[in-house]
């Protein structure tokens, strides 16, 4: 307290010439217009530049969640363009029918926006980390795309987080059809760049030409059909020359990859469900014919994308 009171006497003249600089400064714009004037135009100027600096700011901030409400909307309308040009071309002018197959569309799919928070890209077997889980209606198999097009399949799930296995990984098989043309193949990786994969497994009688878009199938129990894949950009024999093998060139860019969308089918769990009772039927049948000596001849039957 001696202290305070010591400044205070030591410096006080400097005190009352800063209070009677401000009441002076009050006199001189209040009761003269001029000086009135100046001062609410500069005083204006620099508050709202303050709140200009202060809008930039927050609208930086808030990038990420735009960016993820934009992926939400890309890959919702993705589907959506998919779904009623193809409506287009069976109902030839019937609006009302495109009405009723958007209806099922909205009832049937809901997306989960979620963040990259971890991406391979230089490994045989890739692996992509979200940051949506089991607590955010998240589960395994289900099917993730981004606003560009498909990502891969959910393989493992905690409460907070899941684990992707993307097309860039070699155990990736997801059944994919050439647009417009109901060609199908299975969309596999074998390493290298991560803007190409293959489309392996083309009939030799299929019509199709460089730059056509492959797109999901809708043959598996993971992804709607129509979703784009990527654009043919060469076309090979297969190894043993009954097919077509298509170098794709994939229209997601996994090198800037982060945010997705997780697609809740409602009857996607429906689906698999059933599979895996016929897998499990078809491998107890199996199991009583060996029972009796009969040699196995049961195809293998997996469940892929």
């Given amino acids: 307290?001696?202290?305070?009171?010591?400044?205070?006497?030591?410096?006080?003249?400097?005190?009352?010439?800063?209070?009677?600089?401000?009441?002076?400064?009050?006199?001189?714009?209040?009761?003269?217009?001029?000086?009135?004037?100046?001062?609410?135009?500069?005083a204006n100027a620099v508050s709202g530049k303050m709140l200009e600096w202060s809008s930039d700011v927050e609208s930086f901030f808030s990038l990420a969640k735009v960016n993820e409400e934009l992926t939400y909307r890309n890959a919702y309308l993705e589907h959506q363009v998919a779904s009623l040009s193809k409506q287009l071309e069976e109902a030839a002018g019937d609006s009302s029918i495109l009405y009723q197959d958007q209806l099922r569309t909205l009832q049937e799919y809901k997306l989960i926006p979620a963040k990259v928070v971890s991406n391979e890209l230089n490994?045989?077997?890739?692996?992509?980390?979200?940051?949506?889980?089991?607590?955010?209606?998240?589960?395994?198999?289900?099917?993730?795309?981004?606003?560009?097009?498909?990502?891969g399949i959910v393989y493992m799930v905690s409460r907070h987080y899941s684990v992707v296995i993307p097309v860039l990984n070699s155990s990736s098989n997801i059944s994919c059809s050439i647009q417009n043309r109901n060609y199908f193949g299975y969309l596999c990786w074998e390493g290298g760049s991560s803007a190409y994969a293959y489309l392996d497994d083309v009939p030799r009688h299929a019509q199709f030409k460089i730059y056509d878009k492959v797109v999901t199938s809708g043959y598996s129990s993971v992804f709607p059909k129509g979703i784009l894949v990527g654009t043919i950009m060469r076309v090979f024999n297969s190894s043993d020359g009954l097919s077509?093998?298509?170098?794709?060139?994939?229209?997601?860019?996994?090198?800037?990859?982060?945010?997705?969308?997780?697609?809740?089918?409602?009857?996607?769990?429906?689906?698999?469900?059933i599979m895996r009772e016929a897998q499990d039927s078809l491998g107890i049948k199996e199991k009583d014919r060996n029972t009796v000596g009969k040699k196995d001849t049961t195809q293998n039957i997996s469940v892929n994308g």
């Avoid at 006497?9 to 009135?36: D, I, P, R, T």
């Avoid at 890739?126 to 955010?136: E, R």
């Avoid at 090198?255 to 769990?269: E, F, Q, W, Y």
């Fill in 1 to 42: 307290m001696h202290n305070l009171i010591a400044f205070l006497a030591k410096y006080n003249h400097w005190f009352v010439f800063v209070l009677l600089e401000v009441v002076s400064f009050v006199l001189l714009f209040q009761y003269n217009s001029y000086q009135g004037s100046v001062w609410f135009s500069s």
């Fill in 123 to 151: 490994k045989r077997n890739n692996l992509i980390t979200i940051n949506k889980g089991s607590l955010d209606g998240v589960r395994c198999d289900m099917g993730v795309v981004s606003g560009n097009g498909i990502v």
């Fill in 244 to 273: 077509y093998r298509l170098l794709v060139k994939l229209s997601t860019d996994f090198g800037k990859l982060r945010d997705v969308c997780v697609i809740d089918d409602a009857l996607m769990k429906e689906r698999i469900e």
